[in-house]
């Protein structure tokens, strides 16, 4: 049975666990090879026993969030299960309608920036003190699932609702934030929102001359979507740093150390430092039946024996941490009987340690070279989008999460995030920490991917309880 959450008689819980909370660092044996790395990055325990305290269920709506889910899930250029909802198509926009249109019943006073990150805030009773954030993304790439990024712009909104019902009045405001783009689908870049939010000066000037693959610009893109209608201006995206005293984005794990472990909350303590590599060989193409092997430099073998290399690379750094990907592999004319004039290759780098991924990513420099001066073709392009460093959450926030997941009598885990999120960014301009719930066997960024509306329930729970705490604060 659930219990409203009451602010009257909850008040002194709260202050009890926001100030007396300190956490319990265990040093556990753990058989896990990713357990001492991940726990020497942290800097916290990456396996902690559950602990039960005082039931103080809200009242979450859960059948109502998960109808919200599966309604926003239709908004997609493919069918279901998969979701494919890129940004500024129309698709992206009808579902950003939809979200501003709950944001509204809940309350919220809605703006929207440049680029089509969407605010709802909830005024505190001290409106004059920074406001506390949360919020995720709602776009989702090609074939993926419905609860990426979804699970914590609805759950917000709807542990805004709960905390209404229960009666509770934030001291601090509360901001919900829908980021623009999380997702570098489009324009090949990841969490673009965020980052302009946290001030990316050298973002918001190549935007300006930024294409997709239809050659449509970004601007003229987002303009189609209602957005950036001054083109000289989306450094009017960027935030202050404190302008938030704190920011918190729910998110599925997309990992599946939780459910294997029958966990219900993770609380993260890192995110891992992401990179994403642009490569461009060249060679003199040909017709497939006619040039003999000798004589061809071969654009598409070129890109092939890099994949390779990125691999090895990966694989020498020793640590199972280490990890990369080449997701996009595209060779020009792409005729059958054709030899690839042209190779265009995307790979994404990331690890818990960032001077062994930078070491990874010169390796795959140095290849590329090595590879085009052996084939003899041209490497007309590498290209670091992006080489971000790691973050870590801020102690007073996992603390806070702490707190909230143990008052709610939930199980919990500190463990890092090795997907890469918005708060990632948000972190450059607040404090910030992230709660993650399970989701079946880790699947993500695929149709299979899920999480149980009861998961989901909790960890709007935890999301609220948080957020009652660092309003509080
Ligand atoms: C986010 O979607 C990621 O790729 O980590
Ligand atoms: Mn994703
Ligand atoms: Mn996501």
Redesign the pocket.
């Known amino acids: 049975m659930s219990m409203r959450f009451s602010y009257s008689h909850s008040l002194p819980l709260v202050f009890l666990f926001v100030f007396c909370s300190i956490p319990t660092i265990l040093t556990r044996h753990n058989e896990d090879p990713t357990a001492k790395t991940m726990h020497d990055f942290s800097g916290y325990p990456v396996d902690e026993p559950p602990h039960s305290f005082i039931s103080n269920s809200l009242s979450v709506d859960a059948q109502t969030l998960q109808k919200q889910i599966n309604e926003l899930s239709t908004f997609s250029d493919t069918s279901s299960p998969s979701v494919t909802r890129v940004l500024y198509t129309e698709k992206d926009v009808l579902a950003r309608r939809y979200i501003k249109n709950l944001m509204g019943l809940a309350g919220l006073s809605v703006r929207e920036d440049a680029v089509g990150n969407i605010f709802g805030r909830w005024d505190g009773f001290e409106p004059e003190l920074t406001a506390v954030a949360t919020g995720s993304h709602i776009d989702a790439?090609p074939y993926?699932g419905k609860y990426?990024?979804v699970v914590g712009v609805l759950g917000a909104i709807e542990a805004i609702n709960a905390l209404k019902r229960s009666g509770f009045k934030p001291k601090r405001s509360l901001e919900i934030i829908l980021f623009t783009s999380?997702?570098p689908t489009r324009f090949g870049i990841s969490c673009l929102g965020s980052r302009l939010l946290a001030g990316d000066v050298a973002l918001a000037k190549a935007l300006k001359t930024t294409v997709d693959g239809q050659n449509i610009s970004f601007l003229d893109a987002a303009r189609s979507a209602g957005y950036a209608r001054d083109e000289d201006n989306l450094s009017s995206v960027f935030l202050k740093k404190g302008s938030y005293s704190a920011f918190v984005e729910l998110h599925i794990e997309q990992g599946p150390i939780l459910e294997e472990e029958g966990v219900s909350i993770g609380i993260v303590t890192a995110i891992a430092a992401p990179a994403s590599i642009k490569v461009d060989f060249e060679g003199n193409g040909g017709h497939a039946g006619a040039v003999l092997m000798p004589n061809r430099n071969d654009a598409g073998l070129a890109a092939a024996e890099l994949a390779l290399a990125v691999e090895k690379h990966v694989l020498e750094s020793g640590s199972v941490d280490t990890v990369g990907t080449v997701g996009i592999l595209e060779l020009h004319p792409g005729a059958i009987n054709s030899i690839p004039s042209k190779s265009h290759l995307k790979i994404d780098t990331r690890d818990i340690d960032e001077k062994r991924r930078n070491v990874v990513i010169q390796k795959i420099h140095e290849s590329a070279i090595t590879i085009a001066r052996k084939r003899k073709v041209t490497l007309s392009e590498f290209n670091i989008i992006n080489q971000d460093p790691p973050v870590l959450s801020e102690k007073s926030i996992i603390e806070a999460m702490e707190a909230a997941s143990k008052e709610l009598n939930l199980t919990q885990k500190f463990m890092i995030s090795r997907?890469y999120h918005d708060s990632l960014f948000m972190a450059r301009i607040s404090p910030m920490g992230m709660i993650f719930i399970p989701c079946y066997k880790g699947y993500?960024?695929k149709p299979e991917e899920y999480a149980s509306t009861e998961d989901i329930a909790n960890g709007v729970k935890v999301l609220a309880l948080t957020l009652v705490k660092l309003s509080l604060h």
């Open positions: 790439i993926s990426d990024g999380e997702e997907a993500s960024h």
